[in-house]
RNA sequence: CGGAGCGUAGCUCAGGCGGUAGAGCACUGGCAUGGGGGGCCAGAGGUCGGCGGUUCAAGUCCGCUCGCUCCGACCA
């Protein structure tokens, strides 16, 4: 391609709205533009990109054995209402009306879709298993589109959802999609970890995240370098034995005046003890309308995916100020003795003695307090967010944390969709059964943006070899010159026979301008043609090492045949 | 959805006291130049987000509205 006939607008100046390097680069290099919030456009070298990312997703989905379908955008509300997910799904879900007034869903999943397709035309043990896959935009009515490509209202997806006869079977499709999963993250060039995680709004029996390590990423995660243990903080374990202190002698319970004294670093300071001998009680309403008391140690973080996963509710949240004060409680000094509410404890209060909680009294606490002569929980309950440092649940060596950009999600579903949409099969012994299924996403706009956050210097982008949307970038630094015109074009034409995807930047402007678009854009390799042909020679530049070798004009079709390699 | 900020040239931003609209970069023509966004000359480019109000006069003050961004809530 010749940047003279091509279209790559570059920016000196990163536009305002961009914050993070993969917006910023993208958009500075000429890859995508934004229509509106979470909107964007893909200019040829964005799409470029995006269709190499698709093609390896696509070549390692295939072979895998799943099978391509495109599905409608456009899914009919009915669908999403037979499984519950109308609702469930809430603001997120775009809902668009025709002119009939019957509603539809802008889909940001298909499972409702794919498993219509499948009720209607599998009947049979002898039809499966089946796996189908797509690579489709989805679309998500976000409440804050963020961070360029990163969060969208409008995104490119590949969705995959499997059908087995048997939760064996369907295991082993699971086990296929996270093998393929990986040999396409590690063919995209990038630096991920497969984590454990929480199945969220999709459902289904358990999960895994593919996490893209990234400082602007939305998941946390806690991985061990030890034994290789990796999980979301919303989902992930801890060995709390460790974390437990020494057991006591049991002190007398007492109450002490601890005027305006109510957050655990105030009430440490004040009395002081360890934030370790402080619980805290919070008052969380569910989403079913059930207040329930969390009590959980000073030190350690709730984690209300945990908490609404054990009371099987779709959300949670903190009392306000103004329901408190309706349940009677105080705000700031809430305990759990004598609260009317059912009390629940984090495991990390479990075997604390001598601890010290709120007294439902305003400016009064209860010091030395025990389990259970003093009050008892219904139950003790993992609610606590594993960090960095807790000890590992497989082999207790310290836990790390990191921050990532989730680009892939694979879901064993079981049969929450099949049941309630009547995705049934008749089995070998004639009888009917619902298909066992799972789902499989990776975020292919989202990866384009991930490559970039994990590849980049000030210059711009360093795009992995797999998917730089050109192999080599050839620049005739002073076009006026026809010994370098021509030495430029005759590499050009070279590369082209010999199947090198390449960019010519032929166009009549200086060379520094020249240097920095080509920094800027990235493509791993570059010849520079300038001055030294009349010596027979060419710069060959690597972009990640900002390596330089002269290289003998008769050397190219060589070393052509080495980037096409 | 709560809180905040910002909308002026293609981009990044000044101007704010109410009185003829600015800079740098980009763009067009010309000249010179040709290894890191370089120079000189000339030029084009604006319903100052929109609507309404106050005023002799509004980019500037007031109200409403739309958009974009940030923090939070939420989320892949």
Known sequence: MRASNYFIPTLKEAPSEAEVPSHIYLVRAGFIRQLAAGLYE??????????????????????AGALEVLLPILTPAELWQETGRWEV????????????GRLFALGPTHEETITDLVRKNIRSY?????????????????????YGLIRGREFLMKDAYSFDVSEEMAVQSYQVMRDTYKRIFDELGLDYLMVEADTGAIGGKYSHEFVVKAANGEAHIVYCENCGYAANVETAKYEFELDRPPPEE?????????PNVSSVEEVAQFLGVPP???????????????????????DRELNETKLINYFNVLDCRLATSEELKEMGVVEGFVGPIGLDLPVYADISVEGLHNFVVGANEKDYHYINVNIPRDFKPVEFVDFSTARGGDPCPNCKQPLKETTGLEVG?????????????KAYFVDKDGKEKPIVMGCYGIGVSRLMAAAV???????????PESIAPFKLHILALNTKDPQITDVAEQIYKQAQEIGVEVLYDDRDISPGAKFKDADLIGIPYRIVVGKKVKEGKVELQERKTGKKEEIQIPDIPALLEKLKG
Request: without cysteine.
């Open 409 to 421: 999600h694979i879901f064993l579903l079981g049969t929450k969709y099949s049941e309630a949409m």
């Open 453 to 463: 956050e994990q590849n980049h210097d000030d210059s711009g982008i360093i795009w």
């Open 42 to 63: 893909y200019l040829p070298l964005g799409l470029r990109v995006l269709r190499k990312i698709e093609n390896i997703i696509r070549k390692h989905m295939d072979n």
């Open 89 to 100: 799904y809430g603001k997120e879900l775009f809902r668009v009306e025709d002119r009939k």
């Open 126 to 146: 002898k039809d499966l298993p089946k796996n189908f896959y797509q690579i489709q935009t989805k679309f998500r009515d976000e409440a804050r589109p963020r």
């Open 250 to 258: 049991e002190k007398p319970l007492e109450k002490v005046y601890t």
């Open 276 to 298: 370790t001998k402080i619980v805290k009680t919070l008052v969380y309403i569910l989403s079913d309308g059930r207040k329930v008391a969390v009590l959980i140690r000073g």
